[in-house]
């Protein structure tokens, strides 16, 4: 199954290929905002809708990915068809953890790896299956009609993880987003996108390819995840965010990114 990609072209030609993973419960419009504050000549921006997300649903009958491995090999075929020139990955949250195995599966090919927020993985079996475990029922009371998807969403950007989020100006926007979703899909989503179904990945050697890491200075999990990271990572600390840098601090993400950009243009 080819996922759905909003594609973004500035000027020709096409030198540059940016690739852009929203997080959990998102979709490729959530990045539309920072897309319009990057450069456009010569990039090509690939926005995709990850599975169960925005319009890359799946029917009843449909299965075509096991597990977290066998989506990220398709999501590499779909990348591929995709690129003209060099490569970068951006990958948010849920996207960030995607990206950080399409460089496990592929070291050599993305010229620039850029995560925000974005968990490794659990490196115990046990801990790793329990999440599995506990993520399945994830959305249950809201399926079973006991609770509103509504009333969930608004609890789950209550978590301390994203501290500050409601405050900010594009929260309404994005929860309107969120809303559009299908909580059926979503919680099928977590059959192989869960974090208890994804090999648990290392920081990656310096293989001469560029890494960079975001998290927001009130995110304090993610922070403390960048902190233990190897001298082969740029890492960037947001003040006044927390775990959705691109939301909360929306100009001075566009300029990190734009930053990393302007090495390949």
Request: hydrophobic share 40%; charged share 20%; aromatic share 10%.
């Amino acid at each position: 199954m080819t996922l759905f990609s909003r594609v973004v072209v500035g000027s020709k030609p096409v030198h540059l290929t940016v690739v852009m993973l929203h997080g959990f419960m998102g979709d490729h419009r959530d990045w539309l905002p920072v897309v319009q504050g990057l450069p456009q000549a010569g990039i090509k921006y690939v926005l995709y809708d990850l599975p169960c997300h925005g319009q890359s649903l799946l029917s009843e009958e449909a299965n075509p990915w096991t597990d977290f491995e066998s989506i990220t090999r398709s999501l590499w075929q779909d990348i591929r068809s995709e690129q003209q020139g060099r490569l970068i990955v951006l990958g948010y949250s849920l996207g960030g953890r995607l990206a950080l195995r399409l460089k496990a599966q592929c070291p050599g090919d993305i010229d620039h790896l850029l995560i925000e927020s974005a968990s490794f993985g659990i490196s115990s079996l046990g801990e790793r299956e329990s999440r599995y475990q506990k993520d399945q029922f994830l959305l249950q009371d809201v399926l079973a009609g006991r609770r509103s998807f509504r009333d969930f969403l608004e609890a789950w950007y209550r978590l301390p993880l994203f501290r500050g989020l409601g405050a900010c100006d594009g929260f309404e926007p994005m929860l309107a987003r969120r809303l559009s979703q299908s909580p059926e899909q979503i919680q099928r989503s977590l059959q192989f996108l869960s974090v208890g179904s994804m090999v648990a990945t290392d920081h990656f050697a310096d293989d001469g390819k560029q890494l960079s890491f975001i998290s927001g200075v009130d995110d304090k999990k993610y922070a403390a995840i960048m902190s233990q990271l190897p001298l082969s990572w740029k890492t960037y600390a947001v003040p006044g965010a927390s775990h959705n840098v691109h939301l909360q601090q929306k100009h001075a993400f566009i300029d990190i990114v734009s930053r990393a950009l302007g090495k390949y243009t």
